[in-house]
């Protein structure tokens, strides 16, 4: 399939895990890989559905559909988060285990990708039943997943606590403590230092990796953030601590925005306090916008912490930032990234983006199996130096080559799962 073909197929409604697909097909062609690679990363491993039936606290009983996907193991255990929402679906999981895939080879982690979730809205749940919730998906999926198998970690709407009660069930099913089964864990239960903020910590670094490259002043760079949890929150609050002026951020309740700049840490107060970002105050006239606004907004960097596909074809004419940092999975559609590349946006994907908690994720995994913890500095140093050497060879590519952001992580990600399937011989080998 050519170039040309697969774009215009991206271009049609089509499910997150086709598009995913043909960004594969176009990596594929453009490094001339070998067909049986492209044939066995086509597709997940293995994908296992269930129906989780919770006991409500009113008695009744209510079905709960969930998803383990296993992209692929080349590299290692599978490796990738569980989310609660309600839209989670089959398709999506898949995707986001596809991604991590790449996400993974990019850091050049020992892990193959993986993805969870269950179809829930939690804000309905109380605090019993999710837990019997989290606790019924490790039953459902016990035999799945492991510590060299597939490690599971946090996404949406799984906290810490969601995450304890999941690596006390594992435990318990297995009758032993396995800290090396889950990330993401509550420092008690055998977390890592810097896992909290990592996610944003790792986009912050790649963008400022990147600064003398975008011609990006930190003093005089405007940032909107869209989506204020742990993500948008923590990224949002390291560029504003190096100069950069958060202009706009927004959550489920809406979006604010303050030319004159916000403070992070007050915005956060005052989400705390009145369960949304509306409301707050900035230094200047804060105003009260639309998520779709904040997308559009005149600023220099806008930072999509959200969800998916945020940014289409049809809002895609109308954003005005020259830079997008992906630190949400998938929050811009293909047809919007080809639109915006062509009108010179330069947009860091997700897959070097957001790759920061997978990559302290491995540190808690190291730590686990060797039993010896490392302090903060530690960690956030390691993150540093592998943040600065994927991003340059990331942009190494996307100047050398003359590639997209987005094609030039897949294309590096790509060439190292390449390496680990030919070394097991493809059909050139055979043939001798």
């Known amino acids: ?110 892990f193959g990708g993986g993805k969870g979730g269950v179809c829930v809205d939690t804000k309905k749940l109380s605090a019993t039943e999710l837990e019997r919730l989290s606790r019924a998906y490790i039953e459902a999926f016990s035999s799945f997943i492991g510590p060299d198998r597939d490690i599971l970690a946090p996404d949406m709407y799984t906290n810490g606590i969601v995450i304890a009660w ?28 810097g896992r909290t903020d990592a996610t944003a910590r790792g986009g912050y670094l790649a963008l400022r990796h990147l600064e003398s490259s975008l011609n990006l002043d930190p003093e005089k760079a405007t940032v909107a953030i869209q989506g204020f949890g742990n993500v948008g929150y923590h990224c949002a609050k390291l560029l504003h601590a190096d100069g950069y002026k958060i202009v706009a951020v927004s959550d489920s309740s809406g979006a604010i925005h303050d030319p004159d700049g916000l403070d992070p840490l007050a915005v956060m107060e005052h989400k705390h306090s009145n369960h949304g970002v509306t409301g707050a105050k900035g230094h200047g006239k804060t105003r009260k916008i639309s998520n779709e ?16 596909r945020q940014i289409t074809a049809e809002n895609a004419g109308r ?75 990331v942009w190494a590519l996307h100047t050398e080559l003359n590639l997209s952001m987005r094609e030039a992580a897949y294309v590096h990600g790509l060439r190292r799962i390449a390496e680990s399937v030919e070394a097991r011989g493809t059909q050139a080998y055979f043939e001798q």
């Open 166 to 193: 999941m690596s006390d069930e594992y435990a318990s099913i297995t009758g032993e403590p396995l800290p090396t089964a889950i990330t993401g864990k509550p420092i008690a239960f055998g977390g890592t230092a």
């Open 319 to 393: 954003i005005r930032a020259p830079i997008i940092l992906e630190m949400a999975n998938g929050p811009v559609s293909a047809d919007a990234d080809a639109i915006l590349t062509e009108a010179g946006c330069v947009i860091i994907p997700d897959i070097l983006a957001n790759s920061g908690g997978v990559t302290v994720s491995h540190l808690e995994w190291v730590q686990n199996r060797s039993g010896f913890y490392w302090d903060g500095s530690r960690v956030r140093d390691h993150l540093k130096t592998t943040m600065a050497t994927e991003t340059q060879a």
């Open 293 to 308: 606004e904040l997308l559009e907004l005149d600023c220099d960097v806008l930072v999509p912490a959200a969800l998916e």
């Open 1 to 110: 399939m050519t170039t040309e073909v697969a774009v215009q197929q991206a271009a049609e409604p089509a499910g997150m895990f086709e598009t995913a697909r043909n960004n594969l097909r176009i990596a594929c062609e453009k490094l001339n890989i070998h067909p049986d690679v492209f044939e066995e990363l086509q597709s997940p491993r293995e994908t296992l559905a269930v129906t989780l039936l919770i006991r409500m606290d009113d008695g009744s009983r209510r079905a709960f559909k969930a998803w383990r996907c296993r992209y692929n193991d080349r590299r290692g255990p599978t490796k990738g988060g569980v989310r609660f929402h309600p839209n989670v679906s089959l398709d999506e999981i898949e995707t986001l285990a596809f991604w991590m895939t790449f996400k993974c080879a990019v850091a050049n982690l020992p």
